[in-house]
T-cell receptor, first 113, second 116 residues
Framework: AQTVTQSQPEMSVQEAETVTLSCTYD???????LFWYKQPPSRQMILVIR??????QNATENRFSVNFQKAAKSFSLKISDSQLGDAAMYFC??????????FGKGTRLHILP | EAGVVQSPRYKIIEKKQPVAFWCNPI?????LYWYLQNLGQGPELLIR????????DSQLPKDRFSAERLKGVDSTLKIQPAELGDSAVYLC??????????????FGPGTRLLVL
């Protein structure tokens, strides 16, 4: 079965520091997509970053970057220069081509001023 | 550009009562999703529409849940009768899905349901 595991239910980071959120997934597929979504307390999910499995280069979006290790089935999210507005639930998600997206249970990120 | 709109934002009902949720996707998006999100969990797909057609409803409890997407635009999700365990957030998302291309799903704010 395809699963997504986020082993850190909660994390805290000092403002302006860097934090890494972990995600592993289980699949037998070779062609798929990976995502990190952010869900602030208002509950509207927002796409943070995505990665195509066939691309070796790690995706980057401003202060957000991923470490994609396909062989290890690992997809961690690094947030640099953390800001108060980064406080939210972060969901790792996996989607095989032409199939439904599967979300992890999420990591709640606290930003300490 | 307006995002995905959902209503109501909150709903409190007594068990065994019916309830309906409404979703208006982003204009031009052909694919619409309904997700269930329990407290402390990630969203789980209930049903996916491509235009008017429900292409994946395998996770929809069909004994009490129903959905429709008339004219391939707005969608409603209904529960009848509601049970205590249905208390959750119901999220709607939409995307422009084309063959072979990766699409981004845009989520609405959700409807928080409390069944008493």
């Amino acid at each position: 079965a395809q699963t997504v595991t986020q082993s850190q239910p909660e994390m805290s980071v000092q403002e302006a520091e860097t934090v890494t959120l972990s995600c592993t997934y289980d699949t037998s597929e070779s062609d798929y997509y990976l995502f990190w979504y952010k869900q602030p307390p208002s509950r509207q999910m927002i796409l943070v970053i995505r990665q195509e499995a066939y691309k070796q280069q790690n995706a980057t979006e401003n202060r957000f970057s991923v470490n994609f290790q396909k062989a290890a089935k690992s997809f961690s999210l690094k947030i640099s220069d953390s800001q108060l507005g980064d406080a939210a639930m972060y969901f790792c998600a996996y989607r095989p081509r032409d199939d439904k997206i599967i979300f992890g249970k999420g990591t709640r990120l606290h930003i300490l001023p | 550009e307006a995002g995905v709109v959902q209503s109501p934002r909150y709903k409190i009902i007594e068990k065994k009562q019916p309830v309906a949720f409404w979703c208006n996707p982003i204009s031009g998006h052909n694919t619409l999703y309904w997700y269930l999100q329990n407290l402390g969990q990630g969203p789980e797909l209930l049903i996916r529409y491509e235009n008017e057609e429900a292409v994946d409803d395998s996770q929809l409890p069909k004994d009490r849940f129903s959905a429709e997407r008339l004219k391939g635009v707005d969608s409603t999700l209904k529960i009848q009768p509601a049970e205590l365990g249905d208390s959750a957030v119901y999220l709607c998302a939409s995307s422009l899905r084309t063959s072979g291309a990766q699409e981004t799903q845009y989520f609405g704010p959700g409807t928080r349901l409390l069944v008493l």
